[in-house]
């Protein structure tokens, strides 16, 4: 074939197959076999292979993936990507509606549309074919995900009829459930961790760099507006009608309605024709239909007045619990625990719930084998929130709390006036000794962190430490070989760990350098009740070293500002007890500093002094945090408003021009990150 006929030939196949494309997954009508198919698409795939320069980025072929995209440049919308308002409360919505008739009399209808929970996509056509497909990013920009879009065959690449010459249109992209349950059983089989719900899998597979992949993936997209600077029509409902027409898929499940009431009963029919939808929605968005009424309710800084999302509540299932266990947290906390029978909430697996404390295990009334109803919203821990009575029988046997700890069997207490159940074996319970050993090594303590994540839990296991003092007594022959499989209570994912040489080597070498750390910083990682970062410091710097603690009498640590009882009993209980001294005595042999005189930050002597500052806005060399705790190193103290006491404002970018105003009608000097560095320095 020569080269003129192959490409009226790739012309023409290009044509049929994006027009059998649009027919089997926009029109879910296939005009052919899925054999017949398949042999059009190897066709042009063998004629474009022959010809490569005939090839279109637009072709069908994109389709099935291949291009491998290193680095997801990031791109500047040409419309904001606002976000929309909204609400769980009928009240609210009704709001809205009144706002609405305020501003715009009665003249005006809405249209309301399912709330897809996916990921939102911006596609640019240019003359027709799609140039980019970006994410919403921060609503500014986002990242330019263009090949994998390609390969969403709900997505038009070529648009039918009369295009917009410049046209940018937006939906969800959305991983049905079918797909969803199909990639995780995949996954498991690999042994590899499940996606939580089909919105993180949508996210995560826009995200993949092998196009291939996310081809495999069998996303689908939702579209629900369209941008150009010069629309044709002058309504929602019409841009929806022409986005169809072009090629998009549009959902049929959209409606005009003239009156609140017609809103609510959309509302209504969706909530409960929710569950049986192929994939999840989280709402309704409900949109003032006239461009024209749109711009005359314009837009807050954030959303459009004209459109809220009416959000659905959490979704709830039933299912069988088939005990209560007890969990201890780090603090000596007791939780008691629900085990249900595997459940699928908004897309993901409950095994457990929280139970809260006994008040409300005792509310809830719980027996072995009730059905429960389980609520999952968001991100939050799934939680038990009603039984079905009517499900009980008689021989059902009722639960009741522990009364003592089920990791190291101490009675358990509880303070008067108080909801919680603790354990009171502070030293001796693993989960408890694992909490202060991690607070020891965490960042702004010790900042022992190549420890972190199961480490401890490991090295506690195997009796390899018992207390923080045990990590000074550490040599490599203890670490080296250690190794064992954690589980993930809430997850049941197993992850194993084992000790090499590397990871010994890191580890030792943080313990060494923490033999460094400002005595502020080891007061505050011993683990003092009520004992602050904040007010470590003060105390570290008022009376100089531990021993001058530890003798101070009540009325001397009240008289040091900002300490109260609750901080004074703290201090008071810590040294009363006799093993808190041995670790003292052990940490100060290992050479930890126990003094300020040996701090040398502190002898420099604090350039801010006395100092007060305020600290706002962003910051590029360091965090806010991180800036706080330098001005705190060199005597100055942070606080959170300006007042004329302040000394300094410290201003990063985007300070809100209020509080420049404030700090030049206070005449406080206005001071930028490296000023405050150069001060120090000086
Ligand atoms: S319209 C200016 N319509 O919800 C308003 N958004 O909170 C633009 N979403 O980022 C959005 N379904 O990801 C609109 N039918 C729908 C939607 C929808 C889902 C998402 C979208 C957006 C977010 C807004």
């Known amino acids: 074939m020569d080269k003129k006929k192959a490409k009226e030939r790739i012309e023409q196949l290009t044509r049929e197959i994006h027009e059998h494309n649009y027919r089997y997954y926009v029109l879910a009508e296939p005009g052919i076999s899925d054999y ?60 809205f509606d009144k706002r609405v008739k305020k501003a715009l009399g009665n003249t005006y ?97 826009l995200k993949v760099q092998d196009s291939k992949i996310v081809a495999a993936r069998n996303l689908d997209c939702y579209v629900y507006s369209a941008n150009a600077d010069n629309l044709p029509f002058e309504s929602h409902w019409e841009s929806l009608k022409a986005l169809k027409k072009w090629g998009f898929k549009v959902s049929e499940d959209v409606k005009k309605c003239k009156t609140i009431d017609d809103v609510f009963d959309f509302i209504n029919h969706y909530e409960e ?44 299932a039933i299912t069988t619990l088939n005990d209560v266990t007890f969990q201890v947290g780090r603090t000596g906390a007791v939780t008691p625990v629900a085990n249900l029978e595997p459940v699928s909430i908004a897309g993901s697996t409950v095994k457990r719930a929280s139970l809260y404390n006994e008040e409300r295990m005792a509310e809830l009334d719980l027996h072995k084998g009730d059905k429960v109803f389980v609520e999952k919203g968001g991100d939050i821990i799934p939680k038990v929130t009603g039984v079905d009575t009517s499900q009980r029988s008689t021989n059902m046997q009722p639960f009741s709390f522990a009364t003592h ?12 006036g108080e909801a919680v159940h603790y354990c009171p074996n502070a030293k001796g319970c693993p989960p408890q000794i694992q909490g ?190 991180e800036i706080k705790e330098f001005i705190a190193q060199h005597g100055g103290e942070v606080k959170s408003s300006l007042s004329s006491r302040t000394d300094f404002l410290v201003a990063g970018d985007n300070m809100g021009p209020e509080k420049r105003k404030k700090a030049d009608s206070l005449n406080i000097p206005i001071i930028s990150e490296s000023d405050l560095q150069k001060m120090v320095r000086e």
Request: charge should be neutral; glycine fraction near 6%.
């Open 36 to 95: 017949e198919f398949d042999k059009l698409l190897e066709e042009l795939q063998k004629l474009e292979e022959a010809y490569p320069d005939l090839a279109d980025s637009n072709s069908p072929t994109q389709r099935v993936g291949g291009q491998v995209t290193k680095k997801f440049p990031t791109v500047r919308h040409k419309y904001p990507m606002l976000s929309l308002s909204n609400t769980y409360s009928r009240e609210e919505l009704m709001d």
């Open 109 to 205: 209808e809405y249209v309301c549309e399912l709330k897809y929970d996916g990921v939102a996509i911006s596609l640019t056509y240019e003359d027709g074919e799609l140039t980019r497909a970006v994410t919403r990013g921060d609503g500014v920009q986002g990242d330019e995900i263009t090949n994998n879009v390609r390969t969403i065959h709900s997505i038009p690449l070529i648009l039918r009829e009369d295009p917009v010459s410049d046209l940018e249109v937006r939906g969800e992209i959305i991983m049905p459930h079918k797909s969803f349950l199909h990639l995780n059983a995949e996954k498991k089989n690999k042994g590899e961790n499940a996606f939580a719900n089909p919105r993180n899998a949508a996210a995560g597979s």
């Open 273 to 316: 024709k929710r569950a049986s939808l192929p994939f999840d929605i989280d709402g309704v968005v409900i949109k003032v239909n006239s461009y024209a009424r749109q711009a005359e309710l314009g837009y807050t800084s954030k959303f459009p007045r004209w459109a809220i999302a009416y959000k659905y509540k959490a979704e709830q």
């Open 405 to 416: 700890c089920p990791e190291c069997g101490t009675k358990l207490r509880k303070n008067h």
């Open 436 to 625: 202060k050993i991690e607070h020891f090594i965490s960042r702004r303590a010790m900042n022992i962190e190549s420890l972190g994540q199961g480490k401890t839990e490991l090295l506690i296991s195997k009796g390899k430490i018992r207390n923080i003092a045990d990590l000074y007594d550490l040599d490599y022959h203890d670490l080296i070989g250690l190794e064992k499989t954690i589980v993930n209570p809430d997850t049941l994912k197993e992850k194993k760990i084992s000790f090499r040489d590397k990871t010994v080597k890191n580890i030792l070498d943080a313990i060494e350098s923490s033999r460094n750390v400002p005595f502020e910083r080891v007061l505050y990682a011993i683990g003092i009740r009520h004992l602050g970062e904040t007010m470590a410091r003060k105390l570290a710097r008022h009376f100089g070293d531990i021993d001058n603690l530890k003798n101070a009498s009540r009325d001397e640590l009240l008289a040091v500002k900002d300490v109260g009882d609750k901080v004074a009993d703290g201090i008071i209980t810590w040294f009363d007890d006799p093993e808190n001294l041995k670790i003292i005595e052990r940490l100060k042999e290992a050479g930890l500093q126990f003094s300020t005189e040996t701090d040398s930050k502190q002898e420099r002597g604090g350039a801010l002094d006395g100092k007060a500052l305020v600290v706002s806005g962003v910051f590029s060399g360091f965090s806010r945090d």
